[in-house]
């Protein structure tokens, strides 16, 4: 897995970079520069277990949510030919702010990913109700995850 690299400093023609473990990387700009920065926030949830995850970001950046779905039994939840739907809402709604549909990462493994882009999270501020539900191959309905999603400013908005 490639490291996550945070940018701090932007200058005339090098980008100083810091990952997670407090490691620098000077990487050389040249022509025009692009790169994506994406947070990943890992949790471990059971099928049908009530899950009060929070799940905190900021407003307008990528974050990829991986879940590892588990059975009753605390075994990896075979989710080959099913589909993970994702969404979140302002309570007291019902009307979805952001609604995504999982990525099968690993789907032997029970691991899934929602990824959310900087779109979907621009315009938001505050503290949202999440609802993530796994649906089988032979359409019955799993809610993996009720928690909640705080998004909040950039400290340079």
């Known amino acids: 897995m490639a490291s996550l690299y945070y940018e701090l400093e932007a200058g005339i023609d090098v980008l100083l970079l810091e990952d997670a473990s407090g490691n620098y990387l000077l990487e050389p700009i040249t022509g025009t520069y692009t790169r994506t920065i994406t947070k990943t926030v890992s949790i471990t949830t059971t099928l049908g277990v009530s899950r009060m995850a929070i799940i905190t970001m900021t407003r307008g950046d990528n974050l990829d949510i991986v879940y590892t779905i588990k059975d009753s039994t605390g075994a990896a939840e075979n989710l080959t030919g099913g589909s993970i739907a994702w969404k979140a809402w302002v309570s ?11 990525v099968l990462t690993d789907p032997t493994n029970g691991i899934t990913t929602i990824s959310l882009d900087p779109a979907d999270t621009v315009a938001l501020g505050g503290d949202y109700a999440i609802d993530g539900e796994y649906t089988d191959s032979g359409a019955s309905v799993f809610t993996f995850d009720d928690g909640a999603l705080r998004v909040e400013t950039d400290e340079t908005e």
């Open 92 to 102: 007291g709604t019902t009307t979805a702010v952001i609604t995504k549909t999982g």
